[in-house]
């Protein structure tokens, strides 16, 4: 097995950031029925041994009703320092979009995009183009730009697939200079923070500051970041606050220490091993108290920075700069902290022996790099999790469906039927997407939702789409409820079909004879 693309499977959980508690239950209940069997071989007739068969039976079936069914989502997610560069026209190796089985949510970070004040302004007017090709890429595989956010070089892009766009609320960005005593974008942190099944999650992509001597800063800077960021929701108002976050990007930590002669002919026998002990941020995890809540899977892979562009060779420039695992991955699972008066009067998510009622475990199934694109000095870095949570809901907080046949000749209908008491909106809008739409801003048309009073629950409310505003050639679209306060899609109609109008042919969009058939 190649030591440089094998990544270990690391796993925490929301009671524990240990990978072994996450089975603890499982051990539990072997052991009690282990006694159970020893108490059956050696039962005799007496009460003493009745009784603790009947221990160790409650003792087990009170373990086998912790167990809670759970669902799997598959989190992929990237980092790469693009050094200014173009996208490559391939991004499906970075994207690993044939790999079984596929990925729910993506999650790509990047630093150092083109941001000369032209290019700058002209990426706010339009999508860059690191977007464009990642859009692109995605929405004909189902996937969807739930939100980003753009601070200078600083990118942050989240996909989901379409299927759990209504289950992804609450969404909320924000972000923090830390270049020139913070007056500048050029290095920091922009994060996304939202409710994904319930489960408040938390993406931090960070550019920290560079060079061997400023480990120290590093640090300063991260814990600033982490603490200066605030969200505008009650139960997370911080970063550290969510039950899970990811904090990722060209951290800029360096292996010290040790020389280049040392450092390249490690890497090139296959022993990046011997590195791991010099590399920064492992030695800053030994003192600092808020690194120690953070994980990360092991340095199987080579040092990701500096390449000479196009090649995988290290730089070979007169400065001739060590390699270093500058680009990481790490995540915390929210410890878990004794509840205090308060909490007790409230009603809990706990369980009354302690355990989440909703948990959530978290299982890195791969930490590597991607060698093959050379557009930067810098490597891409790719992580796979599993996400393993029990849904605190799966309905969907607006049902929506098209109402009979839809074409541009006349007129269509769409109802909608709020299932759940939310903060709605008369600036609400439901919009009329094409079959593998990009964005929620990627729509064909859109109505606003009922002006005159907002909605009871699960009252059926009737709208009419102009027909001049439905497209004339028809195909299979799907309908989206926006709401403005969660900022997000919370509500999505079945695929349909939207009939070729006669308009189109009169309007000499299609052939009047096609194939031989009259229009």
């Not at 930590?253 to 002990?277: E, P, Y």
């Not at 209908?413 to 008491?421: A, C, F, G």
């Not at 939310?422 to 048309?445: P, Q, V």
């Not at 939702?449 to 799907?478: A, F, H, M, S, W």
Request: charged share 25%; hydrophobic share 35%; with cysteine.
């Amino acid at each position: 097995m190649d030591l440089f693309t094998f990544g270990a499977r690391v796993r925490s959980d929301s009671t524990s950031s240990s990978a072994s508690q996450g089975s603890m239950s499982k051990m539990l209940l072997r052991q009690r029925l282990n006694q159970l069997m020893t108490c059956i071989e050696d039962m005799s007739s007496d009460d003493e041994a009745s009784e603790e068969v009947c221990r160790s039976l409650d003792e087990a079936f009170q373990l086998c009703g912790r167990f809670v069914p759970t669902d799997t989502f598959r989190l992929h997610m990237v980092t790469w320092n693009v050094a200014t560069a173009e996208p490559p026209e391939d991004v499906t190796s970075l994207l690993q979009l044939d790999v079984q089985p596929p990925a729910d949510l993506y999650v790509i970070g990047l630093q150092e995009v083109n941001a000369t004040p032209v290019r700058f302004i002209s990426d706010l007017l339009v999508e860059d183009a690191w977007s464009h090709v990642f859009m692109d890429t995605l929405a004909p595989r189902g996937f969807v730009k739930v939100t980003s956010i753009r601070m200078q070089g600083l990118l942050l892009l989240i996909f989901a697939k379409q299927i759990h766009l209504p289950y992804i609320r609450k969404i909320q960005t924000t972000y923090t200079r830390t270049g020139i005593f913070g007056y500048w974008g050029n290095k920091g942190g922009v994060s996304v923070r939202f409710s994904f099944y319930g489960h408040m999650v938390c993406f931090l992509n960070c550019h920290l500051a560079a060079h061997m001597n400023y480990a120290l800063q590093r640090v300063d800077e991260l814990e600033h970041i982490l603490e200066q960021q605030d969200f505008d929701v009650a139960d997370t108002p911080q970063i550290r606050d969510h039950k899970l976050v990811f904090c990722f990007g060209d951290l800029n930590f360096r292996i010290a220490d040790h020389g280049l002669h040392f450092i390249r002919s490690s890497i090139n026998s296959g022993r990046v091993n011997l590195l791991w002990t010099k590399d920064q941020l492992t030695m800053m995890k030994s003192k600092e108290a808020f690194l120690q809540e953070f994980e990360e899977g092991p340095l199987n892979f080579k040092p990701t920075y500096k390449f000479d562009r196009n090649g995988d060779t290290y730089d070979t420039s007169g400065k001739k700069r060590k390699p270093a695992w500058t680009d990481r991955i790490l995540w915390r699972i929210k410890p878990k902290t004794p509840p205090s008066e308060e909490d007790d009067e409230k009603e809990s998510a706990v369980t009354d022996d302690g355990l989440d009622e909703f948990p959530l475990q978290v299982n890195q199934d791969k930490y590597t790099s991607d060698m093959s694109y050379g557009v930067s000095d810098h490597k891409p870095v790719i992580a796979t999790f599993s996400l393993e949570l029990r849904k605190c809901f799966d309905t969907p907080l607006v049902y929506i469906s098209p109402v009979g046949v839809w074409s541009a000749d006349q007129d269509a209908l769409l109802t909608y039927t709020v299932q759940e008491d939310f903060m709605s909106s008369t600036w609400d809008w439901i919009g009329l997407y094409k079959a593998g739409f990009k964005s929620a801003s990627d729509y064909e048309t859109f109505v606003w939702v009922r002006e005159e009073d907002l909605p009871e629950i699960n009252e059926n409310i009737q709208l009419t789409v102009d027909k001049d505003e439905i497209p004339l050639l028809g195909g299979e679209y799907v309908l989206g409820y926006y709401s403005t306060n969660m900022q997000s899609l919370i509500g999505l109609s079945a695929n349909f079909q939207i009939l070729e109008s006669k308009r189109a042919v009169m309007e000499g969009l299609v052939p009047e004879n096609m194939n031989g058939v009259d229009k």
